[in-house]
């Protein structure tokens, strides 16, 4: 099957700080890759869009300015969480579509001091 | 797809039962659907999918059923193992090349 990998698998910050996060479709083209993030004990909530080589498409309620995401290429997009917060903290789990449908990479825990 | 409340629900069963995990779909559009089950610190893991042309699917172990008319859709796990412990999601794709939104969650405990 498809297979995406994130990296880091998890960091801590100071508040202030930027975190980039990266997702990589290992052995196959995604033009489109999600972010979703997960509090605990709690559901996938998407957060935005992503395609190759245009802009994010975010959902409502998530700052674009704070969650920049890139997709320079058919298998990397990355997500940086600028000005970090203990807010921010959570599971950040990167999702790609492939032919056969969307597969998601392990997750990235994320934790803001 | 938001979670609701403050917990998953629990489903608690001992090893070697069947275990039954219901969802309820938002959007009477959806056309495909497919359950993942998320182990603690981990993706979600695909397990069965199925299209809204199809009421029943079997894979190993695991059958789905979809109920379009009350937007219903199950898990059956047969002989339930203490692996199988973990959080299943439902979720839907609404018709095109939409993101897949995912249902509140449920928690399997195995007891062995």
């Known amino acids: 099957g498809a297979v995406v990998s994130q990296h880091p698998s998890r960091v801590i910050c100071k508040s202030g700080t930027s975190v980039k996060i990266e997702c990589r479709s290992l052995?196959?083209?995604?033009?489109?890759m999600f972010w979703y993030r997960q509090f605990p004990k709690k559901s996938l909530m998407l957060m935005a869009t992503s395609n190759e080589g245009s802009k994010a498409t975010y959902e409502q309620g998530v700052e674009k300015d704070k969650f920049l995401i890139n997709h320079a290429s058919l298998t990397l997009s990355t997500l940086t969480v600028t000005s970090a917060h203990p807010e921010d903290s959570s599971f950040y789990i990167c999702s790609a579509r492939a032919h056969n449908g969307q597969y998601f990479g392990p997750g990235t825990r994320l934790t803001v001091l | 797809g938001e979670s609701v409340g403050l917990h998953l629900p629990t489903l608690s069963v001992q090893e070697g039962d069947n275990s039954i995990i219901n969802c309820a779909y938002s959007n009477s559009a959806s056309d495909y659907f497919i359950w993942y089950k998320q182990e603690s610190g981990k993706g979600p893991q695909f397990i069965i999918d199925i299209r809204s042309n199809m009421d029943k699917r079997q894979g190993q172990r695991v059958t789905v059923l979809l109920n379009k008319t009350v937007k219903h859709l199950s898990l059956q796990i047969a002989a339930t193992q203490p692996g199988d412990s973990a959080v299943y999601f439902c979720a839907e794709n609404i018709k095109g090349n939409t993101p897949l939104v995912f249902g509140k969650g449920t928690r399997l405990s195995v007891i062995a």
């Open positions: 052995d196959f083209q995604a033009t489109t």
